[in-house]
Structures are given as structure tokens and as C-alpha cells.
């Protein structure tokens, strides 16, 4: 097994790495010309440089934070991430994108208008950042908001600038209330819509967040 660190950073004012720098970092470990994304969880957030270990077997040590894999010209590849305890340096850098809320959105159902998603992270930012706007709609004071996984969503690491504006639109499909930790856990539907209308992707996006008390 080889242990690659990733060239990630904090960004402005976060105090985790994005787990679309993880999945993109990680995409840089495949390379084949038909790979898509399979899927990505994560179960715990870092300041710290992560690495990702290629392997089939099942790692439960502490530093491992999540698992991302890749459908690699139809053979699933699995990169376990690990937290290397090393700090990650911290940028300004933008992300380069727009998302735009339509009226009449809630929490429940929402469309946005994107742009910048010229590339498969800056795709990756749109669908997270408009998920993330999106849970901002829901009553109540949301802290700690921050993305658990991206799944059933097969996005191709060659994404197409074709594809790099147009519209998005997110449904709740469930949340879940951890009655011990009072965290919700939430699971979305987003479809990802071209400008011309004529090409458009789905998957299922999770959060988790909590509620401030009153």
C-alpha cells in the first residue's frame, strides 16, 4: 500500500480541509481517461495534510477519516484518507465559482443558477456549496455544517466544460436526528443541469449540522 499526502490547504476562513480538495487531490491518484467518481464519505473533519492509501481492505485505525472512491474504466478504486497530524498551510484562494438561489427556495426543495464549473473540483464546489446554501434555509440557528459524503453521483474526472453553467436543483429527500449526539444527518437529491438543458447528472449529497440552543 502507498501512502501519498495531499496537496491540500485550508481556505480562508474554514477551519477544515473541504472535502472537495480531498476527492479532488485523490482523483489525481487515477488518471484513466473513462474515470468517473463512485462515491466519498467522510466521518470526521481535519486542519491537518491528509494522505490516501490505495487498498481493498477495510482500515478502522483513528487517523483514518474517510474513504473515496473512483470507477476506473469499470474497476472500483478505494483510497482510504488518513489524517497525517501534520498542519495544513492556509490560503485565500476563491474557489472560482457562482451559485445563485432562485426565488421561492426553502430548505426542502431549491434551484440555483451556477457558473465556473469548468473542471471536476470546481463541479464538486458548486453541488456542496449550493447543498450547504441550501441547509442555511432551514428554521432555526445551523452550526457546524459540513458534508458527510457524495453518492450514486458519477461524475466524470474529464468533466466537460459544456457543463459549466446552468442550473441545480436540491431536494430533501430525509434527515435523521442523532437523538444522543443531537446532531441531524440529512440525505439530497441534486441534478445538475447544463445550459443548453440537453445534458444533466444526478446523486445524493449528505450533511450533517447541528442547532445552536436558544
Known sequence: MTDNDLAVFVRGNRNYI?????????????????TKLFDATFHSITQNVVSCIETKCTLETDDIIGVVRFL????????????TGKPAPQRE????IEIVRQTGATHELATYRYGG????????N??????????????????DIWLTGIRRFELPLNWSGTMAKGTLVIQRVR??????????QTLSRVTMTGADEE???TGFVTFVFSKKND
Do not use: W, Y
Open 199 to 201: 445534458e444533466s447528472v
Open 126 to 143: 458548486v453541488i456542496v456549496q449550493a447543498t450547504k446554501d441550501c441547509h442555511s434555509l432551514q428554521p432555526g440557528c445551523l452550526q
Open 72 to 83: 476506473d474504466d469499470g474497476v472500483i478504486r478505494e483510497f482510504h484518507i488518513r489524517d
Open 93 to 96: 484562494t476563491g474557489m472560482d
Open 117 to 124: 464549473a469548468h473542471q471536476f473540483e470546481a463541479c464538486l
Open 175 to 184: 434527515s435523521l436526528v442523532d437523538e444522543v449526539g443531537g446532531r441531524q
Open 18 to 34: 473541504q472535502g472537495t480538495q480531498i476527492i479532488a487531490r485523490c482523483s489525481e491518484c487515477c488518471g484513466g481517461a473513462n
